[in-house]
């Protein structure tokens, strides 16, 4: 049952409520505690209160521009080196007033599980503002709420091209390709999102479950939830998978690195 929860919060794709929420804050704010825990709304993610740091709802931004392209959570914690969000910032300093204001009407429709609407919302916003990545991660989390993962692939490249620096697409991209079993291609866009904000906590949290259950890489998976925790140090249940993870890397015999005990 513990790894069948592990799984699920990682990737998911079908939503709670508070998932969905915070699915969506990562998506707009670039969209993320993804384990995506457990639902991947709550990246709109959901993490369920594991990561509600993927919270990437509006409510919890500050001002409109900075619920726009990035639903990014504004915790110091976990806003520090994120290079899509100065970008982000800088994109909206161009953006018409009447364009931003569809988008929270957009993320209006989102909370309200109105997902053709705000699809079709986000559509006209793209077609206004194509340089908006953070509006084709929102399209990607209103496919991933109707279980149409090709169709939400679809979204994330168009984000990613749009903008290559997004961690939140990199992320939730991730989570789809390991609940297709691509681990080697959900490992590669955690570690691209890593790079663009080393401090993602919904990015560590999955990657390290993805390297513990799916890759065997036990050490460094103990590092990313190690990572995870000093930025999440209440997260019980991470506290406990790397409790667990100690236990799985004494028995294999394997030495920690220096310094380490």
């Not at 290079?83 to 800088?90: D, G, L, R, W």
């Not at 909370?111 to 919302?121: G, R, S, T, V």
């Not at 939830?225 to 015999?253: M, T, V």
Request: charged share 20%; hydrophobic share 40%.
């Amino acid at each position: 049952m513990m790894l069948l929860k592990r799984f699920i919060k990682a990737p998911l794709i079908c939503m709670t409520r508070k998932s969905l929420w915070l699915i969506f804050f990562a998506l707009i704010q670039g969209c993320s505690n993804t384990q995506v825990a457990e639902s991947q709304n709550d990246n709109i993610t959901e993490l369920e209160s594991d990561s509600a740091a993927l919270v990437e709802l509006v409510d919890t931004t500050n001002g409109a521009q900075a619920s726009i392209e990035s639903s990014l959570q504004t915790s110091s914690a976990t806003s520090q080196v994120n290079a899509y969000e100065a970008e982000a910032k800088q994109k909206l300093a161009n953006v018409p007033t009447s364009v931003l204001e569809q988008y929270q009407q957009a993320i209006a429709l989102m909370k309200q599980q109105e997902w053709q609407q705000a699809d079709a919302m986000f559509s006209v916003i793209i077609n206004a503002e194509p340089q908006l990545s953070g509006a084709y991660v929102n399209q990607a989390i209103i496919a991933l709420n109707q279980n149409q993962l090709d169709k939400a692939n679809g979204h994330l490249a168009n984000a990613i091209s749009a903008n290559p620096t997004n961690p939140y697409a990199h992320q939730i991209k991730a989570n789809i390709a390991k609940t297709q079993g691509k681990f080697e291609q959900a490992e590669q866009g955690y570690l691209t999102a890593l790079e663009i904000w080393p401090n993602y906590p919904e990015a560590q949290v999955n990657l390290a479950v993805l390297l513990e259950l799916y890759r065997g890489k036990l050490l460094d998976a103990r590092h990313y939830y190690q990572s995870y925790l000093r930025l999440k140090p209440d997260d019980q249940l991470a506290q406990r998978w790397l409790a667990g993870l100690e236990i799985k890397i004494q028995r294999a015999g394997l030495t920690l690195p220096e310094g380490e005990s």
